[in-house]
Structure formats: C-alpha cells, structure tokens
C-alpha cells in the first residue's frame, strides 16, 4: 500500500452536506468503490464511520477478501469499521423468486433495500443524523435506484436523512479507479452475488472469454 493517499495536483474542494450534519454512517460495499468516497469525507472533515453490511456477497471467501480489504483501507486512513452480521440466508429469503432478473432489475432493488434498512436501523439506534452508500460511485450501477432505496430506507426514521450526494460526478469515477490502482486494490470482476457470479460467467462463455477467476486481480 502507498504511503501517501493523496492524488496527483488534486486539491479537494470541501463537500457540504444537506443540512450541515458533520456525522455520517457510510454503507460500504468495497474498497474500490469506497476509496474516492471516504477520502472526499475525511478531506472535508466530516465524522464517518464505515458501515461493512453485505450478505449478498458470494461465496463466503469473496466476502472475506472484500471485507478484510475495505477494513485495512479504513485502519490506514483512521475510521472505525463496523463488521455487520453476514446473513446470507436472510439475503436468499429476500431476493427468493427474483433469482433469474437482470443486473440492475428488481433483485438489484430488493438487495439494495436490504442493505440499506439494516444500515437505517443501526445509524438510527447508534445517533447518526445522516448516512449514505459507496455503491452508487461505481458505473456499473444505476444511481437512481441506489439513491432511491436509501430514500426509502431513512423515511423509517425522522431523525435520519440518506445523503444521495452523486460521488461520480467532477471526476469522482475517475479518482476512484486512480486510488484503486495506486493502493492496488483487489479487483473483483463481478457485482458479489451468486447470480451475478453466474451471469459474468455465461456472458463469458458466450463470447469465448475466460470464466472468473476469483481473489487474483487487481488495479494496477
């Protein structure tokens, strides 16, 4: 890992937030996407704590590999890391009878909504006014459905609000992959799920590409 997080001639302009809240749960899903996003908080001064809540994530050594990641990134940077309960069967029983729709369908929702009810519930109980994501960073998502479940999510509770800021834009995506490949982050090649595992892998075989090789890769 660098020594310095600090990018290149970047000089970061300091984020403002809904409603002047200096307090933030930040549902993770890896250190990738988290990256960009924790160190934009950390440079406005903004108090966050890391949320790692994924039960979706399959199989069990992929979670271990993401989660062990994100929690080094958080220890090198100074932020406390929450490992929540890894509930995947929970996870099954939410998305049972959506195992066959699209990336970014209806499964896509129901895993968001999960996620993010769990998170809701645990800044709520533990006096954070505010909390967001890291997922909607990455380009492989759809920002309005990632922003819309944590809506719904915080309108549980009136004394939290879900920080939809949109993390891709004034070069975010950008400075997301140049941290990943500067702290060389493991680079999974497919959402987290079994059926997302699944897809990649015939969408690979379809076009003669090789099937996932899991825990090898990274940014570089």
């Known amino acids: 890992m660098s020594e310095s997080l600090n990018i290149k001639n970047y000089k970061r302009p300091k984020l403002e937030t809904p409603n002047g809240e200096d307090q933030l749960l930040l549902h993770s899903c890896c250190a990738p996407c988290a990256g960009e996003v924790m160190e934009a908080v950390k440079a406005s001064g903004i108090k966050a704590k890391v949320y790692f809540y994924n039960p979706n994530i399959h199989p069990l050594q992929e979670y271990e590999i ?3 990641e994100n929690k080094r990134f958080c220890d090198h940077l100074g932020f406390d890391f929450i490992d929540a309960d890894y509930d995947k ?37 533990n006096d954070f006014p505010m909390f967001a994501t890291t997922l909607g960073i990455s380009r492989w998502k759809d920002l309005n459905q990632v922003n819309n479940s944590g809506l719904r999510a915080a309108e549980r509770y009136k004394d939290l609000i879900f920080w939809d800021f949109n993390w891709r834009k004034k070069g975010g995506s950008s400075r997301m992959i140049e941290i990943s490949k500067q702290e060389e982050f493991y680079q999974q090649e497919y959402c987290g799920c079994v059926y997302s595992l699944r897809d990649t892998n015939r969408w690979r075989k379809e076009n003669n590409r090789p099937r996932i090789i899991r825990g090898v890769k990274h940014y570089s």
Do not use: N, V
């Open 89 to 125: 069967e929970q996870w099954f029983d939410r998305i049972k009878g959506l195992e066959d729709e699209p990336e970014r369908g209806a499964r896509c929702t129901k895993c968001f909504d999960m996620r993010f009810e769990r998170s809701a519930l645990y800044a709520h109980e």
């Open 66 to 68: 993401r989660k062990d």
